[in-house]
């Protein structure tokens, strides 16, 4: 597998993880996902799920299985959130590894071509989501508005350094296929 294809998501969404429907899930036959934690579903510096985030959880998990999955090493930040919105997850992933994604997929019992990995990075969760054979989903970040006026350049150089090697992150409104 090529790098553009190791770095291209299968979906590129405009706005947060909360555009993820369940019109769209059922569109591409997905069973579970995967789900990143920091920007992808909180701002990294806030500890529990947003009431607006909790009720989209409540919603997504009536169609899919719902596991979390992060970088993050912090059991007391990672756990309440997952708490807070009642799902399994495992952290300090170092994703691109696909060790506990893997871990993950085996609790769900699903073929991890029927799981979304849904982030926010392109050589973390994507890249990681990719090598298993998964349906990679990228989401713009959740950030903090004290942080919202600072770019962000490590997913900036992301974006930039895969088009250079071909993959194109720009949102397509094409890639949604109506069925």
């Known amino acids: 597998m090529t790098w553009n294809n190791l770095l291209q998501p299968d979906l590129i969404l405009e706005g947060s993880v909360l555009q993820l429907t369940t019109d769209i899930i059922q569109q591409y036959g997905l069973k579970?996902?995967?789900?990143?934690?920091?920007?992808?579903?909180?701002?990294?510096?806030?500890g529990t799920a947003s009431l607006e985030l909790q009720q989209w959880v409540d919603q997504i998990r009536t169609d899919v299985d719902l596991w979390l999955v992060s970088n993050n090493l912090s059991e007391v930040r990672i756990g309440s959130i997952a708490r807070s919105l009642n799902l399994p997850y495992y952290l300090g992933a170092a994703?691109?590894?696909?060790?506990?994604?893997?871990a993950a997929l085996q609790a769900m019992d699903l073929p991890a071509a029927?799981?979304?990995?849904?982030?926010?990075?392109?050589?973390?969760?994507?890249?990681?989501?990719?090598?298993?054979?998964?349906?990679?989903?990228?989401?713009?970040?959740?950030?903090?508005?004290?942080?919202?006026l600072r770019s962000h350049p490590i997913r900036n150089f992301e974006v930039w350094f895969s088009e250079i090697l071909g993959a194109s992150i720009t949102p397509k409104k094409s890639k949604i296929h109506k069925t």
């Open 95 to 102: 994703k691109p590894s696909r060790r506990k994604i893997r």
């Open 32 to 46: 579970g996902l995967v789900l990143d934690v920091d920007e992808t579903l909180v701002p990294f510096t806030v």
């Open 114 to 148: 029927q799981v979304g990995m849904v982030g926010d990075r392109l050589f973390t969760d994507v890249l990681a989501g990719n090598r298993l054979g998964m349906f990679t989903i990228l989401v713009e970040p959740i950030v903090h508005p004290d942080a919202a």
